[in-house]
C-alpha cells in the first residue's frame, strides 16, 4: 500500500522530515516542521506537543488556534541550520505529539490534564517543545519538569511580566504563570530572567514584586540601545549552567513582526533579534521550551506563524548534536 | 500510552469522528471531519483524498491550499445529519487518505500521479471524495473512476463549462477537463449536466460544442428563477441510475459566499441552494465526487471553506446507510 | 460650556439620535444610534445593554468584542424607518445603558452579574435589547424577564438549537441556554419557536427532546422553500399574543452575510429574510430581545456588525409608537 | 518593435480585447475588459470613463479608488455573453477613456471639470459607461446628456434615495444628485425610478418629495417578495422609449455581495437580481450608465469589484448590436 | 441606581481609569485609557480630544475613524509607566471630551469649528491630546495655542514636511500646516524640528523653504544611522525650554509598524525608537501634542491604533507628576 | 481632444511624472511612477517592464499580480529624491513598457519570451527596471544582458541563495536562477555577492557550492550585528566597476516590512536598510535591475507594494544624472 503523501529520507529512516524533493512541502502532513507523528515512532528525542488552551487570556482570545498555525507556518522550515552549523530534524528524532485533550471550561482541570499529558510526553520524549495556547500553560508545564528536574531556571521572553497575583480572584490565569510557579517551589530563584518587558504595569511595585520571585529583567528599551550582545551575555550569566527552560510569548517581538496575539505592546523586539539572541543560548542546560499567545485570527500572511516556527527551530537546534561535519545535502 | 488526542466513540471502535465531548474541536487533528487517519484503518467505505496540485489556474492561484483549508473548516461538521436522517462518519467507514505528492512543475506527470493515487485509493475505499486543488485534477479521478465503472454521468457544479479546448496549446488545464473526459470516452454521453453556469463564453458556439460532448446545462439564472426543485428534477432525469460523478467547483457559488477561489463569477448559487440540491440527490447512483478550487488566500473568515466543508458533507451523507432507526445520541 | 459632540434634535429634548446635521456620524458617540447615553437621561422606554461576555464559547472565540462592534456598525441607522412607519428614536425614550461588567473566569458568576444588570436595566426601561457576548447570556436575561412577565415564548434565530445539555460537564454554555431555561420554567412550552436551525446534530434524538422542551421549529431549508410569508403565519400562530422575547443569534444568516461569528453554519438566511421577519413580528407582545454571537474578529467591512445593528432597528421600531402620521422631517 | 502586450484579435483590427490566448489576462494592461486605451482608436461606439472622485461621501470614504479596481476587476470578462446573445466587445468599438482629472478639494469645480469631461466623451463616443467614485458624480452626467437628448429617464439601482436636499448646507452631495437633476431640469419626471430602495429616512415625507421629483420606487422588500420579473416589467412601463440612463449604486447590493462600498445597507439584491434585471432591460433606449461608490479598502477578494465589473458587462452587452448569428468563436 | 461600567478607583474619585479589576477591559466604556469621560469631572488636568476630519486628505482617505480607533487601542493601557516611573492618568485629572464637530464639506469653516473646540478644552483643561484625523488639524489647535502661548516650537515626527505651499489651489491641506502657522506667526522660528522625514519631494528648493520658515530636520536614515540619542539631544538643544508642542503623524513609523495611514513611507522609524524618543523629552515644556493620520481602513489587527495610543500614553506621562515614590499598586 | 488625465510637466514635454498638481494621483494612468506609457515616447533611457509570470514558485503562488501592484503602490513616488539629490523621473527619460506575454504552462517558452521581450527593451531603452514575477526571470533577463555586457556581477538582496540546482528535476525555478546563470557562463564569478541570505538549507554543502558559483554572502545576522556601512563597503568591494545587476527579491525584507511574497523568511531586514544601501550604490556601474516575488494576495495595506516601489526608485536615482544643481520645483 503506497497510499499517503508520508515519504521520508531514502534510506527507509523515519528520522527526519519528509522527503521535500518528492511530496511539495504544500502536499505535506500537518506536523511541526513536517516531522514523523508520535504514532510513527516508538520514541523521540524531542517532542512537538501542541496545547490550544486559551480560556485564561484577558483581552483579544484565539490562541487557542496557535498550536496548527504554527505547524502550517513551519513547512517552510528546511533540514540544515547554517548559523547554528546544527541539523535539527536529521541530528535528532523529532516527533510531533499532537495535541493535549482539556476541558475548556474549567481551567484548574484543565492545567491539570496538560500537567499530565507534559509528563507523558516525557517519557516519549526527554525535551519537549510546547506549542500554546496562552501563558497560563507554563505552569503545568513547568510542574512537570520540575518533578523530573527540581528548580529550573526560566528564560521568559514577553513583553510582560507574567508575575501578577490574581485578576478577577483567579489565580491561574496567562498573567500569573511565574508567580504561581516561584511560589510553588518551581523556578531557581537565582537564575531565572525576563526579557523584552516592556509597557504600563499597575503599580510601582511591581518590578519589586517580580524580582523578589527570582527574576532579573532585561527590559526591551535597554535590548534596543545596549544591543543583542549585552542582553546575550547577560542571560548567560544569570542562568548560568542550570536546567533551563524557555518560555517564549511571542508578543515579545514587537506588534508589526507579530500582530497575531492577545495584548499586543508596541516598543517590542524584531524577529532578527529574537531569533539571534535564542540562537545564542545553545550551549545552555536547555530542558524544554514553549512558544505561547499565537492568536491565527489577528495574524495576517501567516507572519506571526513563521516569527513562531522559526523560534521553534532555533530551539530545536539548540537540542541538535554537533554534526560530525561530514558534508551532507539533503536534495 | 494515552499520548495524543486521538480518542473516538467509547466503545473503542474506530469508526466515527473524533471524542469531541473529550476532545475540544480545536484540538483535534486536522483530518476530514475529524475522521481517523488512513494508518488508522485497514480499509473504509469511503476515503477523503486531498490534491493541492493548482499548476493549471489561469488567473488567480492557491487552491493548492484548498484541501488544508477545507479540512480545517470541517471540524464544525457533527454526527447526526437531520435533513438526510443519516450519518455521515457513523453509519460508513471513512477515513482520511491524506494528501496526493506529486510534480508541481509537469502537469502530464502530475496528472498521472493523481490518476494513480486515485486507484490506490479505490482499493482501499470503495468510494472516495477529492478535495481539490484545481479543476483539472477531475480527469485523472475520471480516468481511475471510468477504469472500473466504464463512461459515468458527470454532475458538473460549477460557473464555468470546463469544456474549453486548450489554452496557450496546453490540453490539459482547469477549464478543460470535461472535454478531455469525452474525447477519451470517459462520460456517458446520454447522462452529463452542467448545474450553476454562468457568465462570458469565447464564442456563440461553446455551447453546441459542450452539448455535442455530452452535456446538458442548467444555467444559473434559470436556477434562480425556477427554483432548486425544478433543476433537482431535471438533474434527476438526465442521469437516471448511471454510474456518476458530483465535480461541484466552489465557484458555482457567488463570490459572496464563496470568495476563496479563482476565477469567481457574480451571479451564482447560494450556499443552501447547492447544499439542498446535492442533499435531493441522494438516492443516485453516486460513485464519486470532489470539491475544487477552494483558494484560501483570498477566502476569509474560512466562509469559503466552510462551504466546501459542508458540500463534503452532504456528499458523504448521501452515501450513508439509511438508519435502521432506532435513538441514538452520541453526545 | 459647549464641549462635545452631544448635540440633540432642536429643541432641546434629549430623546432621539444626536443632531447628525450638525455632528458628522463618524464623529458621533459611540452609544447604540447615537441614542443618549443613559446618564443623560432619568428613565427610558427602551434600554440597550451590552454585555461582552464570551466565556462559553465552543469554537471561534471573540463575541466579547460585539456590544462595541454593533453599536460602532449602528452609527449609520436613521431616525424614521418607513417600511414599519415607525420612528425607533424619536417615537420613545431609547438609551444606551452601557456594558455589563462581570467575571469573566467564573460563569457562575458572570450570569449571576448579568442577571443582576439586566434586572436593574429593567427598572431604568421596561424593554431592554441586549447585545451580546455569547449565547449563554440569554439564560440570565430570561430568568430576569421570568421574574416580572412569568414564562415567556421564544423566538430564537439561531443555525443551531442551543438546548443542548452538557458539553465538558458544564451546564451553562452558548449551546445550551433554552435548554436550562426549559427546566428552570422560563419558558411557555406551547410559545416557543427556533426559526432557521440548520446543520449537523449529535443524535437523532436531539429535535424530539427540544420539541419536549417546548419548541416548534422552522428550519432553514424550509423556509428558503416555503418562503417567509409562511414562516412568518407559523411564528405568529405559534406565540400569539404571549410575551415574547425574540432572541437572534447572528448566525442565523449565511456566512456570506455575517461571518464575524463563531460557529458559522452555510445554507443560512439572507439578511432580507431576517430582516423581514423581524420587522413583520412587530404587532407581537414583545417583551425584549437579544443579537448574539457577532465575533468581529472574523468580521470584515462591518458586515456581520451592519446586519446586526439593523436586527436591533427592527426591534426597536417594532416597540416604537404607531405615529400620528402628521408630516416630520428631521433635516 | 514588438514591445508591449497590446495584441489583438488577429485580423489586426483594434476592436475587442486583448489577444487573451497570446496575453495572459494578469499581464494585460489594466484597461476596462481589456479593450483598446482610446489613445488607440481614433473613435469608439462606447467609451468607458472613470471619475475617481469621491469628495462628497458622508460615512466611509475611498469611492477615489473604485474605478482602478473594477477595472482590474474587468479582466475576467470574456467576449461573448450568451444570456443576452451579444458580443458587447466585438459588436461595437468599445475604448477606456482613461480618468478625469479634477480638483478634488472644490466640489463645484470638480463637478465642471467631470461635466466637461463627459461631454467630451460624447464626442468620442456616443455612449459612455461612467465609472465613479461617489454618486455626486451622477449630476454632471446627467448634465451632460441632458443638454444632447433633453430630460431623461433614470432607472436608479440604489440602497438610498440620493433625493436628500442639504447636508451641512452642501448641495452637491453624494445623497442629492437626482434632487438637483430633477430642479435642474435634466430628469424627466414621468419615467424615472428607483429600485432596491431600503433602511431608514429623516423622514416620512421624503417618500413623498421623492416622488414629486418624478421618481417611482420599487423598494427591495418589494422586489425579493414579488421577484425579479415584476420589478423588470415595472420598470419597463415606467421608462418605456424614453432615452434612459441606468445608475447603479453598487450598494443596491447586500454588503454580503458589495462589502466595498461607503454606506452599506443589509437587505439588499442579490447579485444574480441586479445582473438579471439589467439583461432584461437591454431593448430600452439607454443612452448612458454609471456604476458608483465601489470603496476598494473596504472590498474583499475583489467580490465588489468582480460584481461592478460585471454590471458593466450588461450594459456593454446592451448596447452591443444584435450579432447576425453566425457561428464565431475567439479561441 | 448602579447601572453601567463606570466603576473607577475604589475611594470613590472618579480620577484614574476604570476599575479594571472589576469591568473587564473589553467591557469598558470608549475613553481614550479609560480615564472619564469629560461629563463625569468639572475640570481636569489633561483633556483628550477626538478631530475625525479627513476632508484635505491627499491619496488613502479614511482618518475620520482614527479617533474612534485609536481610543479602542487604548484600552490595554495600564496605569504605570514604569519607563517614566510616572502615574499618567491616576497622577493628574485626565478626561476624554469627544470629538469636535465640524462641517466636512468645507475645510475652512471645520478648521474654525476645530480652533473653537480646542479654545473650549483648553478652558476645561490646560493640555490637552488632540486625536486625528488628518494632519490639517494642527494648524487650527496651533492657532488656539499661540493665543495663549504666544509662538510655539513644534516637534514634528512625520515622514513628510508637511510645509508644502499649495496643492489644487488650496492652502489648507495635510501637507500645508506648518507653512501656514509659520506665516500666520504661530511658530518660534528659532525652535521647530522635524524628525523621520524621508522620501522624495516636489523640488531641491523644498528643504531651504522648509528651513527657512524656522525647520530643522533629522531626516530618517540619520536616525537609523546615528542612533537614538544623538537624535534626541538635536531636539532638545533645538527646543530647550520653549513652550513645546509635539506633533505626530503617524506615518513616522515604517508601514510595517503604522499600515493604517494615507500616505505611506518606507524606511521609516520602529516603533520602540517613536517611544523613547518621545519619553526622552519629558523634561521638555511641552504645550500640547497630537496623534495623526491613523487611518484604521488601512489598519491590521490594530498594530497602527496601539502604537497611536502608546504615543498619546508616553505623552501623558510626559505631563504628569514625578511621584512622592511611595508604594502604590492599582491591582 | 482634451481626453484622458495624461498631463504632464507644462512645457509640454513627455519627460517626467504626469502633472500631480492637476491630475490627482488616484486618478492617474496605472505606469510605474506616473512615467509616460512607452507608445507616448520613442525611446527611453530608462524602461520598466513587468513579468507577471510565477509559474516556478514553490509554495505560495501570486506574484503574477507583482508587477501591477508595485505599480499602483508606485504613484505616490515623487519627482525628487533628496536623499540621492538626484530627479529620477525629470533627469532622465523613463517610460512604462508594460507587461511580458508568455505562455505561463511552459516554464522553457516563457522563459525565452521574456529573454526576448528584455532584448527588445533593451533596444528602446539601454536601462530597464524588472518587475516581477518569481525570481526564476532573474535567468533570462541576465543572458540578454550578457549578449551586451558579458558576464556581469549580480548584487543579490534576497533570504534564500536562489542558488540550489534542481526541484523535482526542474532546472529552471525560482530557486535556481544564479546556479544557472553561472554555468551559463554569465555571471562574473569574482563579483557576485548575496546580501540578507538566511534560514535553514538542504545541506551544509550549499554555501560552499554557492561560493564555488562566484559568490560572497552576507548573511542577514551579519547585516544586523556589523550594520550597513560594513555591508555597503564589502559590497562595493566585490563588484567594484564591473557591469553590475542588483536583484532584489522583496523577500530578503522581514515579512513584518514585506507580509506579500512566497516564502517569508523571518529575521530579515528592515526597509530603511534596504532602501539605504541601495542608495549607497548608486556610483556602481548598474546595467539594470529587478524587483521580484511581490505576492499581493499576501499583502496588506500595499505595505509591500510601496518598499518595493521605493526599491525602484532609488535604483531609478542611481541611474539619473547627478543634477546641474540649478533649484527647481514641480509644484
Redesign the interface.
Known sequence: ???????RTSNGSIIGQIAT??????????TFGLVPD??EVTRADVGIL?V?F???V?????A??GP?HIR?SS?????????A?KWPFLGQQVAD???????????SKALNSIEY?VS??ME?APKNLILGGDHSISLPVLRALAKKHGPVSVIHFDAHLDT??T????PY?HGTPFRRAAEEGLLDPEGCTHVGT???????????EDQALGFMTI???EL??DG??VAIERIKQRVLDRPTYISVDIDVL????A??TG??????M????L??IIRSLSGLNIIGGDIMEVAP???????TG??AA?VG?ELLSAWAPI?S?G?????
Open positions: 500500500m503506497t497510499l499517503g503523501n508520508h515519504k524533493t518528492e511530496v511539495p512541502r504544500f502536499a505535506a502532513p500537518g508520535f504514532r501542541g490550544p486559551d480560556s485564561t484577558s483581552y483579544r482570545p484565539g487557542r488556534f496548527e502550517n513547512r517552510l522550515l528546511r533540514p540544515y541550520n547554517p548559523e552549523d505529539l499532537g495535541d493535549v485533550a482539556f476541558n475548556p471550561y474549567d481551567i499529558a507523558q510526553a516519549f501578577w497575583d485578576y478577577f480572584d483567579q490565569l516592556r509597557g504600563g504595569l499597575y503599580g510601582n511595585t511591581d518590578m519589586l527590559r526591551c528599551h534596543h540601545l543583542v550582545q514587537d506588534p508589526a513582526y500582530p497575531g495584548t499586543p505592546e508596541p516598543g517590542g524584531a524577529s532578527w533579534q531569533l539571534h485570527a489577528y495574524d495576517h500572511a501567516e507572519i513563521f516569527a522559526h527551530y554534526p561535519h558534508e551532507m545535502k539533503t536534495r
